[in-house]
């Protein structure tokens, strides 16, 4: 008896601050991708014009043969629409686009020259034949099978319904078990003019190929409408989900039409110890951004440009990677022309951090069915500035006080540390003893730990004389 996965959180049913200046020049040290959050569905949605690409991540655990999933769909769905990627293509954007830890180290405070800046915003198809009893079984209830085929590891059924009560029962009779309350939903779909892709797994394919997990399902088609459906996914979840949706666009960054976007807080100096708990930070971080919220937002946590990032938690996509994740628009590098003898040969300029028309944009948004009871409804826009979940640790400088500047900096840790205990304190609602005490643990003491400052004459330190 197969239940379907609730499985992209959206569509599916199982059964002190740093000033602004002009350049960046952290180093990286951890990011925080999908992984810290149990369950996490990651889509990754590329739009341009009216042609849309959805690729959907499996993180299906158990039996293949129980895997089953129902999509909404704007439009029918050919088996040519329809293709199994990769799940390292999916990794590599998360990766890419996930929130990220990066560390400064303080300069010796009797250099003169001392300045830092930082920038703010940085297949196969077989054909199967349709079987004469479930077209027969379908009709009766006023749902029309459209197409059936094959695609990689994947049994897929494109569907129609005239009602949702009928399609309801169709459903569950052949292995799809929606819970209660479906009928409403699909019905409003229904009212929509939607189509409905199923898919269920091969298994005599799955196991003949030798795989050990569902690679991701892509489904290419053409609509005005630039939708995620993420409220059939609600009715048996177990709690609050979250969706991980990335997209790739020509031009600017992508957000909801019907809910607001919060930018995640960023741009945040955080002590130097949470570089061992950055994962337990981050999860806190984000939960007590969504109660601040109460879970009726949907959040940004990376914006840019695919051609550069700054810095980097992992290297940008490739113009074939790209290509596979659906834009169409990306282009081959143009071949250069063979030499001709006797004439000079000019070389191509050089494309400077690749492919420079993917903009990618990652919202992360946890939801229920009461705090969400729409589905995403999304839009390109003119925006492209840069943003990313940026957390920052500055590590003191240790050395000896050999100035003046040197001993007020000094003074000055103490009072810097206490800001970065009460900013973390606020932004996971972390206990502020527990956080002094772990940063008195890890050397960030609120005393003043200045060394004795030399206090010969100012020449007898420059040519070092006793």
Known sequence: MSYLK???????VLVV?????????????????????????????TRNDDRTVITMANDFQGDAKDFAIVIPVPTLI??????????????????????????????????????????????NAMPMAVGSAMQQKAASLGV????????????????????????????????YKLPEGAQQILGSYIKQNMKFFLAKVNVEEFESEGFTYLRPLQVAFESNKFMLPIRLGTLNANGPQDLILMTITKNGRVEPVNYRTVKIPSNINIPVYVENEFDDFYRDMFSKSVEKENMKAVFLEYAWNMSWCDPCAADPLSNDELRTLGAWWIDDPKPQPSPVPG??????????GGPVQAYVTRL????????????????????????????????????DATCDAAT????????????????????????IADIRADMEENGQTFKSTAPPSDARPWWERMWNKK
């Open 6 to 12: 609730s499985f992209l959180v959206s569509f599916f």
């Open 408 to 431: 007020s900096y000094y003074q000055s840790l103490p009072a810097r540390f206490e800001e970065e205990a009460k900013t973390l304190a606020n932004i996971t609602g972390w206990d």
């Open 364 to 399: 992360h948004v946890r939801y229920t069915g009461e705090t969400f009871p729409e589905d995403l409804v999304l839009q390109e826009t003119e925006d492209t500035e840069n943003f990313q979940g940026r957390y920052i640790l500055q590590k003191p400088w240790t050395g």
């Open 78 to 123: 050919t088996r040519n629409q329809v293709n199994v990627a990769e799940s390292k293509i999916i990794d590599h954007l998360d990766a890419y686009t996930a929130p990220r830890l990066v560390e400064y180290f303080d300069n010796d405070p009797c250099q003169t020259m001392y300045r830092m800046e930082m920038m703010a915003a940085m297949d």
């Open 144 to 175: 029309t099978i459209e197409d059936e085929y094959s695609v990689g590891e994947y049994d897929i059924i494109i569907l129609s319904a005239e009602q949702s009560d009928g399609l309801f029962t169709f459903l569950n009779s052949e292995g």
């Open 343 to 352: 004439r000079p040969q000019f070389m191509p300029t050089p494309q400077i």
């Open 17 to 45: 601050s740093i000033s602004n200046a002009h350049a960046f020049c952290g180093f990286y040290v951890a990011k925080a991708d999908t992984n810290l959050f149990n369950n996490a569905s990651k889509v990754v949605m």
